[in-house]
């Protein structure tokens, strides 16, 4: 079965950095673009970012462009969010997700979650 588990998050300051991960499992890992999409209390599901299959294609959201850096280790089974510069406003739950061709908000498997909160 797929699994998909996020770790990584907790709570830092405004301006602080924390890396999450995502290690997966039971697809093929190679073949599926990962995305990270992060929901607030009360608010919907937003794009994050995405890269392809071999990572040298990515994509952001405004709001975390030139902030947030999205890798994945395909040895691994990895994805990862490098969050640097951190805002109150990033404040969510933190998912990965996966689909075959990178289309935003349509996701075949997706992850349980992992809270950030940007607090002083």
């Known amino acids: 079965q797929v699994h998909m588990v996020e770790s990584g998050g907790g709570l830092v300051q405004p301006g602080g950095s924390l890396r999450l991960s995502c290690a997966a499992s039971g697809f093929t890992f190679g073949t599926y673009w990962m995305h990270w999409v992060r929901q607030a209390p009360g608010k919907e599901r937003e794009f994050v970012g995405g890269?392809?299959?071999?990572?040298?294609?990515?994509r952001y959201a405004d709001s975390v462009k030139g902030r947030f850096t999205i890798s994945r280790d395909n040895a691994k089974n990895t994805v990862y969010l490098q969050m640097s510069s951190l805002k109150p406003e990033d404040t969510a739950v933190y998912y990965c997700?996966?689909?075959?061709?990178?289309?935003?908000?349509?996701?075949?498997?997706w992850g349980q979650g992992t809270q950030v909160t940007v607090s002083s």
């Open positions: 890269l392809n299959w071999s990572g040298d294609i990515t």
């Open positions: 997700a996966a689909n075959r061709w990178g289309q935003r908000g349509s996701y075949q498997f």
